[in-house]
């Protein structure tokens, strides 16, 4: 099952077509997701409105049986979020990524799961002493920010598999 949605996203994403027509074929590789989760493609992800501070944030989403987002495709999920929040009045949200290593503009960043953090708005990562934390712009492009963690933002939760 796993196996066939990922060549279907694979062949999705090899022909030339635009950045909607792959953001249409990846939301058809849908799973089901549990409320109060919706489903973008084969994952599934939770706004919590609730400002939290990035720490908390986190453990909010380990609560409910995932993490902090690591979105496989960053401007797909942006769509569905645009797509369905256009009236949100903060559109800064914590998202699962940190600091790997920190040295000045060479400080490298990851997601969770190792896989570099590639998305980075202009002029980021800032990496100044205490912005430790992966935040999203939804109206920023590319969306990446690191930000300082005591912040408090919405927040992204993604379900584990």
Same mark, same amino acid.
């Given at each position: 099952?796993?196996?066939?949605? =990922?060549?279907? %996203?694979?062949?999705?994403?090899?022909?030339?077509?635009?950045? %909607?027509?792959? /953001?249409?074929?990846?939301?058809? $590789?849908?799973?089901? =997701?549990?409320?109060? /989760?919706?489903?973008?493609?084969?994952? =599934? /992800?939770?706004?919590?409105?609730?400002?939290?501070? &990035?720490? +908390?944030?986190? #453990? #909010?989403? +380990?609560?409910?049986?995932?993490?902090?987002? !690591?979105?496989?495709?960053?401007?797909?999920?942006? !769509? #569905? %979020?645009?797509?369905?929040?256009?009236? &949100?009045?903060?559109?800064?949200?914590?998202?699962?990524? !940190?600091? /790997?290593?920190?040295?000045?503009?060479?400080?490298?960043?990851?997601?969770?799961?190792?896989?570099?953090?590639?998305? &980075?708005?202009?002029? +980021?990562? +800032?990496?100044?002493?205490?912005?430790?934390?992966?935040?999203?712009?939804?109206?920023?492009?590319?969306?990446?920010?690191?930000?300082?963690?005591?912040?408090?933002?919405?927040?992204? =939760?993604? $379900?584990?598999?």
């Amino acid at each position: 099952m796993k196996l066939s949605w =990922c060549l279907a %996203l694979l062949a999705a994403l090899a022909v030339p077509s635009t950045g %909607l027509d792959v /953001f249409r074929n990846y939301k058809s $590789l849908s799973r089901y =997701c549990p409320a109060p /989760f919706f489903n973008v493609g084969p994952e =599934c /992800f939770y706004v919590n409105r609730a400002p939290k501070s &990035w720490h +908390q944030a986190r #453990a #909010a989403c +380990q609560r409910m049986g995932g993490d902090l987002a !690591e979105p496989t495709h960053t401007y797909v999920l942006l !769509e #569905a %979020l645009r797509d369905s929040h256009d009236s &949100w009045e903060d559109k800064w949200f914590w998202t699962g990524g !940190e600091i /790997f290593n920190r040295g000045g503009d060479s400080s490298q960043w990851t997601w969770f799961s190792g896989r570099p953090v590639t998305e &980075w708005s202009e002029n +980021q990562p +800032q990496a100044r002493d205490g912005e430790d934390c992966l935040m999203m712009g939804l109206d920023e492009d590319p969306p990446m920010y690191d930000y300082f963690c005591a912040e408090d933002y919405h927040s992204i =939760c993604e $379900l584990d598999e």
